[in-house]
């Protein structure tokens, strides 16, 4: 089967084709193969991501990534640094520069980044988060959960603030919790809630890619590939900004050693025959999840169009 769709929108992704978004030594030039890159996959607009770190470094990746002037650029996604500061919940962030919730700081951030973030990914256990949450959305930054410990009411009090998504539902969160209540199930039961998920295999299981997609709803469920410079790459040692990871011949990222993982290898054309394949749905109702969904959320179009060949569940796209 063959359709036509919009192009890939993938709002969380920290690198591809040994491109690290997150190392200042990155240069635009760098930047742009990466989009090329990812363009060749179906993605024809993203929001790169930064994670927690010091503003200095921050600022000097935001410059980087914007000074590419690559249309495929729709903004920038700050995941963190007011996370969870455990282990487990705050994933492979450093934590020595996770923060409490600043207006302050996040000002400081967004003038470096010439306005152009548009997503925060925050934890609403941090301190001061409610009071962020409440300036960003009066400035129309749209803002996550998740690297996130938060109990019920914590949840609850950021999302009557005016949180809106679940950043990688499922992760991000420790290992172990509680049958119930847990952070998983008091956002998936969150009406106000959409989520995005990272259906690789390794983040998620193709059991709990079901449940947690029929429970949110496919029309509320967005993919993202949270790809770091490993993607598109052979097996081998890269980096996250100031971690070293492995890719593996599975396709699993991690410091070597650790349990948990760090980002993903994933491309948005695997992402998508993931989900068909762990749950069954067919093709026109998952590309919503990589184009228009994540799109409209931030209030905004996909770019471009892709034909998609649907050859007994492997998929193969061109962009038009």
């Known amino acids: 089967m063959r359709?036509?769709?919009?192009?890939?929108?993938?709002?969380?992704?920290?690198?591809?084709?040994?491109?690290?978004?997150?190392?200042?030594?990155?240069?635009?030039?760098?930047?742009?193969?990466?989009?090329?890159a990812m363009r060749l996959t179906g993605v024809t607009r993203c929001l790169p991501t930064l994670i927690t770190?010091?503003?200095?470094?921050f600022a000097a990746c935001a410059?980087?990534?914007?000074?590419?002037?690559?249309?495929a650029v729709a903004g920038l996604h700050m995941e963190g640094p007011c996370i969870s500061p455990e282990d487990g919940p705050r994933g492979a962030h450093p934590r020595a520069h996770v923060t409490a919730a600043s207006?302050?700081?996040?000002?400081?951030?967004?003038?470096?980044?010439?306005?152009?973030?548009?997503?925060?990914?925050l934890a609403p256990e941090a301190p001061g988060a409610t009071r962020l949450i409440d300036h960003l959305v009066m400035r129309g930054v749209r803002v996550a959960i998740g690297h996130s410990a938060a109990s019920t009411a914590q949840i609850r009090d950021a999302v009557l603030a005016g949180a809106t998504m679940s950043t990688h539902l499922g992760n991000g969160c420790a290992s172990m919790l509680p049958r119930h209540p847990n952070v998983i199930?008091?956002?998936?039961?969150?009406?106000?809630?959409?989520?995005?998920?990272?259906?690789?295999?390794?983040?998620?299981?193709?059991?709990t890619v079901r449940a947690m997609v029929r429970a949110r709803g496919a029309e509320r469920s967005m993919l993202v590939t949270d790809a770091i410079a490993a993607a598109g790459c052979p097996p081998g040692r890269?980096?996250?900004?100031?971690?070293e990871v492995e890719l593996d011949a599975t396709g699993r990222v991690a410091a070597p050693g650790a349990s948990n993982l760090a980002g993903s290898a994933l491309t948005m054309d695997r992402a998508v025959a993931n989900t068909m394949r762990f749950t069954?749905?067919?093709?026109?109702?998952?590309?919503?999840?990589?184009?228009?969904?994540?799109?409209?959320?931030?209030g905004l179009q996909p770019a471009g169009l892709l034909q998609v060949d649907d050859v007994d569940g492997v998929l193969s796209v061109r962009v038009a």
């Open 280 to 298: 069954g749905l067919p093709l026109d109702v998952v590309l919503p999840m990589a184009t228009t969904i994540p799109a409209a959320y931030l």
């Open 53 to 57: 770190s010091s503003f200095e470094t």
């Open 238 to 243: 890269y980096r996250l900004g100031e971690l």
């Open 103 to 121: 207006v302050d700081d996040y000002e400081r951030r967004q003038a470096a980044a010439r306005g152009r973030i548009r997503l925060v990914t």
């Open 3 to 36: 359709v036509t769709s919009p192009g890939f929108f993938d709002l969380q992704v920290n690198g591809f084709a040994g491109v690290d978004f997150n190392n200042p030594s990155t240069t635009p030039d760098d930047v742009v193969r990466a989009l090329e």
């Open 63 to 71: 410059a980087t990534v914007l000074a590419c002037e690559h249309d």
């Open 185 to 207: 199930w008091d956002q998936l039961a969150n009406d106000e809630l959409c989520a995005s998920f990272i259906v690789d295999g390794h983040h998620l299981s193709p059991e």
